[in-house]
């Protein structure tokens, strides 16, 4: 059995609320999530993947020798590892920006001849924004104002 998280079920409520559907809310944090609306509000589900941090502690702490490494805010410049540093940036960042795309790709064979509404939250955004320019960033409250709507939507009288 699986349980959807608070996050995730926020973000879908946002979108429901606040965005033009269909659309899909990807959460950029320690994992990065992606929530599915249809065109009715139905939620389709989603996927999930880990973050960059999240890659770079597991190459780090499942290896002998590989060093942790502090994120970078882009990959300009680097189109090919010259050093360690720059070749875990290249294969972690451009890995997971081409793990998001795929994703994305993936999600919109759900809606043929539709625009599809992609939004951006969470602590990752710009980075991705810079490798994926039609991501739409939004405000940093926003899975909270899709806590609070969810709170106000089931509150007995």
């Known amino acids: 059995s699986s349980t959807l998280g608070a996050d995730r ?39 999930i993947l880990p973050g960059r941090m999240l890659l770079r502690k597991a190459l780090h702490e499942h290896t002998a020798q590989l060093p942790l490494i502090p994120m970078c805010s882009n990959l300009d410049g680097i189109s090919a590892g010259t050093c360690t540093a720059d070749a875990i940036r290249l294969g ?7 793990a998001v795309k795929e994703v994305l790709e993936r999600v919109r064979k759900n809606f043929p001849g539709k625009i599809l509404t992609v939004v ?12 994926i320019p039609q991501l739409e960033i939004r405000d940093n409250k926003y899975t909270l104002y899709g806590i609070a709507k969810a709170w106000e939507m089931n509150i007995e009288d």
């Not at 079920?9 to 899909?24: G, R, S």
């Not at 951006?120 to 490798?131: I, L, M, Q, S, Y």
């Open 120 to 131: 951006a939250v969470g602590g990752d955004t710009e980075f991705f924004k810079t490798e």
């Open 9 to 47: 079920i926020a973000n879908a409520v946002a979108m429901a609320l606040f965005e033009t559907l269909p659309a899909v809310c990807i959460d950029f944090g320690t994992a990065i999530t992606f929530e599915i609306l249809g065109e009715s509000r139905d939620f389709l589900g989603g996927a």
């Open 92 to 98: 972690v960042d451009a890995g997971a920006a081409g």
